[in-house]
């Protein structure tokens, strides 16, 4: 278009003294070229061009008004105005983009919260089951009890699944620590708990209760643990919690339990160590003092 235009008054203006404005059309164009091209540079370029062509062909003096000045104003502020059409358009591809990251985001924590709430006590349900099945010719009675408990633990997992629908996902680490205390008496695991009374932020509690839920499954699940010791105490202007067990141990590739767990507590801007070595060792520090940003 802009070669068609140039051409256009190159052929009229040797006729006409109205030809020059064809070049104003051709530099108000410039400015719809590719956008990673140097349109400044190409508008300079093509008015040197028509002047060139003013000389060459002994334009008059009312020539350059429009071929040149005319042609500078209406190209430049083209080239602004695409500029400022650029920018906007770049920023609602930024608003699209941090939309879509939340939206992200957001479905990756329902997906932990799902998993931290729902795999404790479905875990424990079927512990509980699975005792009651054996129990339930030996010992009626206790068979009888930990059926009741399972109905209470299923219960609670209702009440806890709607609690994170409506943002609340966790009980304060005294609540999972008593219930760390009742799924490994069930299971058999010899647990010790030592934990110091430690004022935390919601945040905070929230974080390291689901951590200690997800890390108790695990060893119920997965470690074949017989002894198990778990830690709460306050360290360097930091909340360190530390569950060690004797199970198997080994570093296997994390699941997603594990993943969660870093996940929630880097975001904290605290850290999660996992040892494998003769059983495994979670260390998990929170800072308590708020990070600059």
Not at 223 to 240: G, N, P
Request: glycine fraction near 8%.
């Amino acid at each position: 278009m802009i070669a068609a235009m140039t051409l256009l008054g190159f052929i009229t203006t040797p006729v006409s003294p109205f030809g020059s404005t064809f070049f104003i059309y051709a530099a108000a164009m410039v400015a719809f070229i590719d956008a990673n091209r140097p349109r400044l540079l190409h508008l300079g370029v093509y008015l040197v061009i028509v002047a060139a062509y003013g000389l060459t062909t002994d334009q008059s003096g009312w020539f350059y008004a429009p071929a040149l000045l005319m042609s500078a104003v209406i190209g430049g502020v083209n080239i602004h105005f695409a500029q400022v059409w650029i920018s906007n358009a770049r920023v609602r591809m930024a608003h699209g983009e941090v939309e879509r990251l939340a939206k992200i985001a957001e479905r990756e924590r329902i997906a932990r919260d799902l998993h931290d709430v729902l795999g404790h006590t479905l875990s424990v349900i079927a512990l509980k089951s699975e005792l009651a099945s054996k129990l339930i010719e030996r010992d009626p009675t206790r068979a009888a009890q930990e059926i009741r408990e399972v109905n209470d633990v299923a219960r609670d997992a209702l009440a806890q699944v709607r609690s994170a629908v409506t943002g609340y996902r966790a009980s304060g680490l005294s609540a999972e620590f008593e219930a760390m205390r009742k799924a490994f008496a069930t299971a058999g695991v010899s647990l010790t708990v030592e934990a110091e009374p430690l004022t935390l932020p919601p945040a905070h509690e929230n974080a390291l209760a689901l951590v200690l839920r997800e890390a108790s499954t695990n060893v119920l699940r997965h470690a074949q643990a017989k002894t198990c010791w778990a830690r709460l105490a306050h360290r360097d202007h930091s909340a360190m919690l530390e569950i060690v067990d004797d199970g198997r141990g080994g570093n296997a590739r994390e699941g997603n339990g594990l993943t969660g767990m870093r996940e929630r507590i880097s975001g904290l801007g605290g850290s999660l160590v996992r040892d494998g070595h003769g059983g495994t060792r979670l260390e998990i520090t929170l800072p308590l003092r708020p990070e600059p940003a």
